[in-house]
């Protein structure tokens, strides 16, 4: 064996205990420094073939570079089989496979939808269809069509946010009552849910932007009687079999005769005195109906001695808060998961 073999099998000797070492980052860098850098031991080598004779010197550079080629090749796996070993060590660290897993959270419908959701399912399965409208109203839609002349003083009732002097978002659904009369001839039966806009201040019982439903029933020969048994069977499928409804003689401009409906306080039932759902009163407020007043027929073209209709428009959020015994509208929009879940 030639002087340069027994060199470059001590050197490898030398080489391997050293990576043997190694155990992190910084040795791997001290053995590569130590053998392969600028004045490491393959360096000294080098230098040694100008003490050889000529004609050996090109074949005992070719096995010097061979040997530091695979030296780089061993350094650089072991460089990597550390890596490996740090990120195993690593995952070992941070997962505890034995550790319970987390439940994924169910998402679930929002009470405001749910309840929209179960009001026209009720009004579906007896024929009505569902009708969507614009929330950016003329106010022809919104007042002038419903019997509201521009002077009438119940337009400042509304509180309407103006976008010009004659577009606004609509304060209530009624407009699609002249909508859906001005596209069909009676009969026609239609609910219609959607956004509403006024500008209250916000509290316990307002929102400036909440959901109302509409409800339209024309044909000839329907009265009162049709408009009190619809909304006692709405009010079963809501808020249970034992609900009553009461009509309090009220004013709209759009209906005649008109009421405010009741139902009875699902909290209490009406027995219990200090109940803060009711105030006592056994009764709960859902918003306002009546018979279509015979201007806004005609108004549409249809004609008010051959067809009749009722009308009502409820607010969604408050026949939630009476489903689901809340005190507070704005619970609703709080984004509070435990206040969802538990409606869930
Ligand atoms: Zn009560």
Redesign the pocket.
Known sequence: MSELARNLNALDERFAAALAQADDERALDAVRVAFLGRSGEVTVLRRSIGRLPAHERPGAGKEINDAALAMEARLEDARAALQRHIFDADLAQSIDVTFPAIAPVEGSLHPIRRVLNDVCAYFERRGFSIVLGPEVEPDYYVFDALNIATDHPAREGFDSFFLSDTLLLRPHTSPMQIRTMQLHTPPVAVIAPGKCYRRDAVDARHLYQFNQIEGLLVAPGIHFGHLKGTLLGMCRHLFGPDQQVRFRPSYFPFTEPSAEVDTT?P????F?TQ????????W?ELGGAGMVHPNVLREVGYDPETVSGWAFGFGIERLGLIRYDIDDVRRYLENDPDFLEQLG
């Open positions: 306080c909290r209490c039932a009406g219990v109940c803060k759902m009711c105030g006592g009163s056994g709960i």
